[in-house]
């Protein structure tokens, strides 16, 4: 798979590769905003905060072989996950 075969793929995220690890971030409160929206009673926002939350549960129930490997840094405009694993 080609760069931009990969990024098609990954859309609405973006992928961005550092000096020692690689992230895989979106742009909090654009993509499905329309569903934090309808439970904003509950306290959702769509911010990075929910996102992380949402990636953390989502990683114990369905993956929890990448927990500890996989970690999140979620900020209020923008979720990211990241690790320093290549394998």
Not at 14 to 40: P, T
């Amino acid at each position: 798979m080609n760069q931009s075969e990969f990024e098609a793929q990954i859309k609405p995220f973006f992928w961005m590769e550092h000096e020692s690890s690689v992230s895989l971030c979106l742009n909090a409160g654009e993509y499905r905003q329309a569903i934090f929206d309808a439970r904003k009673d509950e306290g959702f926002e769509g911010s990075g905060y929910d996102w992380g939350s949402l990636a953390a549960v989502f990683i114990a129930e369905q993956a929890p072989d990448l927990q500890g490997i996989v970690r999140f840094d979620p900020e209020a405009g923008m979720f990211t996950a990241y690790s320093k694993s290549t394998g």
